[in-house]
């Protein structure tokens, strides 16, 4: 294992990788590689959670990183793909909630964030609204997939950290609207992204003043198309 360095150059302490398992996508061989590849600060480890209730197994690897004295905790999912410095990124921005750009696996292929909710709904970020590819983002709530949270986040709330999310509401809602209430910021971060797996591999990309993103079929295939989002 490597130890990660934040901005202040003092080493990161060791987290949980909490890996969900809440569908049957078939995605596992891009996943496990990605994980052998995971570079993790030292004293970190992996645990990895399998059920039909995607909340519960939230739940369950919180309960696990508290106990094991954990200082962050790192969800991530068969249905992504990532780099291996992904968290090395995401630990740098010294944030107690921070997450990566990830887009959903239909069009429009609007980020997994959003900035602001209304009656239960919300309002999506726009990548292209975003003012670079290195951007640290305030936004009302995202997705945890790919999410780094401080245990202090989750000793702040007590328990129940994750609830089942209503007709139309996104997964996370419950979380950052808890955080939120007790004054803790999601921020994106937009130098880091991950790919959402689907029947293609889809990777946004930022291309000067645009946003794009990457369609790989197979490994001798993929095309561009460029986001309206506005």
């Not at 990830?102 to 964030?113: D, I, K, Q």
């Not at 990309?205 to 095309?223: A, I, P, Q």
């Amino acid at each position: 294992m490597n130890s990660t360095i934040d901005r202040q150059g003092a080493p990161s302490p060791p987290g949980t990788v909490a890996v969900i398992f809440a569908w049957d996508t078939g995605h596992y061989a891009t996943l496990f590689r990605n994980l052998n590849d995971l570079r993790l600060p030292d004293g970190s480890k992996q645990t990895f959670w399998r059920g039909r209730h995607r909340h519960l197994l939230l739940n369950q690897a919180v309960e696990d990183a508290l106990e094991t004295q954990s200082y962050w905790v790192w969800f991530i999912s068969e249905e992504h793909g990532f780099q291996p410095d992904v968290l090395e990124s995401l630990i740098s921005k010294n944030q107690a909630i921070v997450a990566p750009i990830v887009v959903g696996n239909r069009g429009p292929f609007h980020p997994t964030a959003w900035t602001n909710v209304t009656d239960g709904k919300v309002e999506p970020l726009l990548l292209n609204q975003v003012t670079g590819p290195t951007t640290l983002t305030e936004v009302r709530g995202a997705s945890t997939d790919g999410m780094l949270v401080r245990r202090a986040v989750f000793e702040a709330m007590g328990s129940s950290w994750f609830k089942m999310a209503g007709e139309n509401e996104p997964e996370g809602i419950h979380f950052c609207e808890r955080a939120a209430e007790l004054g803790f910021q999601t921020y994106i971060d937009t130098s880091t992204r991950l790919s959402t797996l689907s029947d293609a591999e889809i990777i946004p990309v930022h291309r000067g003043d645009r946003w794009e993103l990457t369609v790989k079929v197979r490994e001798d295939m993929s095309f561009t198309q460029q986001l309206k989002h506005r």
